[in-house]
């Protein structure tokens, strides 16, 4: 879905902190080059690189007879020469995928603490995945069949072979074994068989040509709906069973046969709209789930959109619907990171005007800090007043410190954090559903850490110095200017702090500007009795360094 135009009084982003800056600022062009294979793909996620196919065919003659190697952790391309990835620091001969998919490094530590070189096993996938993994449907947990965990192999049978797509099978591999290896799925279990979701249920959130469109694909090889949204053969049962285990996930909640549940499932969702997929997302499962809630009994419906991307579909879907709220914090930039919605204004409409809410950030970087200062200050307010049966986190993992294409700071105790707020919404009623996320070790450790808070464990008190940055500050500013005519649990007292804080970082700034440029003024320029004497002094030194400025030939001063 494209950009829309900014609002009136629209904030500007940051500039400088974009995704090329994330991805490349450490190589610079030598690994720009040598990462153009994806260049079209990363393109599509706010990272330069894409060029013209004449010149990707001229650049591959350059760069072929160099042998590279594709990091097993985030997928990323690296020199010959490297033996850490220069993204996440992984080793070249990493053994995450055969080490119980531990989301710890299992590997021999040097000295100085890094990973040592270990030799790699020649072992295939179909090994690793029976070796390690044998779980397949929606599982219980706990004596008190507390939380339910929806998964199946079948899901690992969609891939783009041959080619390091970041959304693939090793996703689930490592987030299971993870969990596994936690010890996050032992006790008492029972399984209710994971299904297809019917034609009747996706036709309760996609048009019957988006349905067609991928059932179309069974039987190829592999396909393209958009140039980073694959499908082969398996796709389509991938994306079925998908829908279908959060369809019964969030039906046994609602029913009281499972308190929580935890839905591992790809494909995402969250981008696929009524009649579009993209985002490598096929089925919006989120949606499909939410729907299931009202089926079972659910008045009204909160979805928490996590993501890094914004939820361009989900908002679609449920855009004039005020039985369904949907909440995105997601990376922005003034529209420049994709999918380029989920501008602050951009509240519903019709009957489900108020209904959308979007915390957009202006830059990547952000982290804790932000996410749980807008949890306090915006989405737990709002929830409340709206008083939802059911909650459903579209919990994709992109924002996690470490991820390629996030470029963000989330750690696994701040995503902790954010599900036990929730966790006090609709009676605890809570479904999370997998979406993004493409660093394994991250998107395993915060996996664990939220499993960890639907099976009861309490994280601890926020921090007692939480506050936001000030791109933080001035996101839920906007926010509130946006929103406050829809939810009067946003107080005028905390966004009024946000504001005195963005002024005394403005004035702070002036400041240490203006003692960087006029360093050996006289001391006493701070009494305020001569401050004019200061401002005579300061005319002087300024028109002074104008006129030697102009005397210089030099184009940059």
Known sequence: MGANSPAEGELDHVSGENAVKDVFQEKGKEVEKDVHPLAAFLALHGIDG???DDEMESEDEEWQPHVRWICTNCIMPNPEDEVYCWKCNEHRNSSILEQGFMSVSSE???VDGSAKPVAKKEICPSQMLSKNLTFSGTFMCGKEKKTAIGYDDRMLLHEETGKSHPERPDRLRAIMGGLQASGLLSGTCFTIPAREATQAELELVHTANHIGAVQA?????LSYFTPDTYANEHSALAARLAAGICTDLASA??????HNGFAAVRPPGHHAEQEQV??????NNACVAARAAQAAGAKKVLIVDWDVHHGNGTQEIFEQDPTVLYISLHRHEAGAFYPGTGWAHQVGSGPGEGFCVNIPWSCGGIGDGDYLSAFQHVVMPIARQFEPDMTIISAGFDAARGDPLGGCDVTPEGYAQMTFLLSSLSGGRILVVLEGGYNLRSISASAAAVMKV????NPGPLPDDLQPTPVGAAAMLELFMIQRRYWSNLHDATFLKF????DSWSKAGERKSSKRRHIGGPIWWKWGRKRVLYDIWLRGQMKH???????HSCPCC
């Open 50 to 52: 894409a060029e013209d």
């Open 253 to 258: 909640i609602m029913t009281g046969k499972a």
């Open 545 to 551: 360094h104008s006129s030697s400025r102009h005397d």
């Open 108 to 110: 021999p530590k040097g």
């Open 454 to 457: 639907l099976q009861g464990t």
């Open 217 to 221: 694909t069974e039987g190829q090889d």
């Open 278 to 283: 993209m985002g490598f997302c096929l089925h």
């Open 499 to 502: 504001g005195a804080l963005l």
